[in-house]
């Protein structure tokens, strides 16, 4: 029986398909602009995250805080970081390791084609296995490196693509860097984050001896014994910076923080914009369920003396009513269904452009099957909530005025 109620409803919709694709316009243009917006949000909160990933939750990143015109962390501060803060640092009760970072850009040249790439170096010695298996550092052509490669590198997975440079660049090759040869000694395996898929990686004394003038550190790794004491350890080295950079509490130039919490802090910034375009969103989707009353209305109308003949051949109140809540209902979930369709061509039409504009893997939609399906459900009940008054209205017509109406 309510197979016939939908077929009803179906046939009602498809013979006013002018009317009935106006009414939903504004049901499908919201739930396209959540489902595109949402997406776009979420691909770039999972990307995001996936470049800060790798480091645990027992990881802290010290570093110098003021102006950075786009460059390496760290760099073209006011107050850089010195290379003697980590032996500091490393004195610390509940620290494990304390690691410098050092980070250059330069030109990279292969195949008589070059690229702007930045370098980071490997600490050497016994803090050498505590970084690579901090960070998780692992090739899936040739080897790492070791104490006493001089002017070998390890390169991210993205220089193998042949589009780059002209052809794959393989373990064995020579690539310059700054001018300066080097033999490619290991290509890391690929990560989906830009910070391995693009590095050029040096032993530490290589990189600080042949590219850098200063001892500026850009990031200091400080790895935690124990994640329960992260919050005194965290403490203890900004206390330790205010002392070594002679600065009072609430005036650091320094920051000293987890990944995961800089990734909360970003997270609820996304949060707080996904919010703000789901509600201009959902402000689209009423007047979509306004439109879709006052159609009902309408309908209710133009169908007086059909709800008459229905009811004089023994149509119960209940059934009428069932009738136009199911076809309110239809025009809230079809418009769903062609916002869902539009909203996800619409998310990654955007993020393939954005990708090619800025040239740039961090712009991507990710679509779940949980938005899909709240989009479509809250569709469909704007769509029932929108048709109940004028539904009620229909059932309550009496049958023999209704015979007698002339439009």
Not at 150 to 168: A, C, I, P, Y
Not at 279 to 300: D, E, H, L, P, Q
């Amino acid at each position: 029986m309510r197979i016939d109620y939908i077929i009803i409803a179906l046939k009602s919709l498809t013979q006013r398909k002018l009317r009935s694709w106006l009414t939903m316009i504004g049901i499908f243009i919201g739930i396209a602009a959540v489902v595109a917006l949402m997406g776009l949000g979420e691909g770039l909160r999972g990307a995001i995250t996936g470049q800060f990933g790798f480091l645990g939750p027992d990881v802290l990143g010290v570093q110098a805080s003021g102006i950075n015109f786009a460059g390496p962390p760290g760099q073209a501060v006011v107050n850089p970081l010195t290379d003697d803060l980590a032996d500091k640092i490393e004195r610390i009760p509940g620290v494990d390791a304390a690691i410098n970072r050092f980070i250059e850009s330069g030109t990279f040249e292969f195949n008589d084609k070059q690229d702007i790439v930045f370098a980071w170096n490997v600490p050497e010695g016994k803090d050498r296995n505590i970084f690579e298996d901090m960070i998780n550092l692992k090739v899936r052509e040739g080897r790492l490196l070791k104490d006493g490669d001089k002017f070998k590198v390890v390169l991210g997975d993205s220089f193998t693509d042949e589009d780059r440079f002209g052809k794959e660049i393989k373990v064995g090759n020579k690539v310059l860097f700054n001018g300066q040869l080097f033999d490619v000694v290991g290509i890391l395996e690929k990560k989906g984050s830009f910070i391995f898929d693009t590095a050029v990686i040096m032993n530490e004394d290589v990189l600080v001896n042949e590219f850098r003038d200063d001892n500026s550190v850009n990031v200091i790794a400080v790895k935690v014994k124990d994640l329960k004491t992260i919050g005194n350890v965290q403490r203890d080295i900004e206390q330790l910076l205010r002392k070594e950079r002679n600065v009072k509490e609430g005036e650091e130039d320094f920051t000293v923080q987890s990944p995961q919490n800089a990734l909360q802090s970003l997270d609820q910034t996304l949060f707080g914009v996904q919010l703000f375009i789901s509600i201009i969103a959902f402000i689209s989707i009423i007047v979509g369920g306004i439109g879709i009353t006052n159609t009902m209305y309408t309908a209710v109308l133009e169908r007086t003396k059909e709800i008459g003949i229905m009811k004089s051949i023994g149509a119960t109140n209940q059934t009428i009513f069932t009738l136009f809540f199911i076809e309110s209902g239809l025009l809230g979930i079809v418009g769903g269904v062609v916002g869902i369709i539009f909203g996800f061509v619409l998310s990654h039409g955007l993020a393939f452009m954005g990708r090619l504009a800025l040239g740039s893997e961090l712009i991507r939609a990710d679509i779940s099957i949980e938005l899909v399906l709240g989009a479509l459900l809250f569709s469909f009940l704007v769509g029932l909530i929108a048709g109940t008054v004028p539904a009620y209205q229909a059932s309550k017509k009496n049958p023999v005025d209704s015979l007698r109406f002339t439009k």
